[in-house]
């Protein structure tokens, strides 16, 4: 498995552990966190795909 997608994966987790947090203070929604965690994935993918080549 390639060591960057591991590393997106770990960021992913760790962002979510995060954004969780900040939800409960902010009190988002669950729409909004899922736009937040959608937005991350596409942003992540795009970065990845960039280092592929």
């Known amino acids: 498995m390639d060591s960057g997608l591991i590393l997106l994966i ?3 987790f760790l962002f979510a552990w ?3 947090r900040v939800r409960r203070a902010l009190r988002f929604g669950p729409v ?9 994935v596409i942003a992540m993918l ?8």
């Open 32 to 40: 909004a966190y899922f736009g937040v965690m959608v937005a991350f």
């Open 46 to 53: 795009a970065i990845w795909g960039q280092t592929i080549r």
């Open 10 to 12: 770990f960021l992913a």
């Open 18 to 20: 995060g954004l969780n």
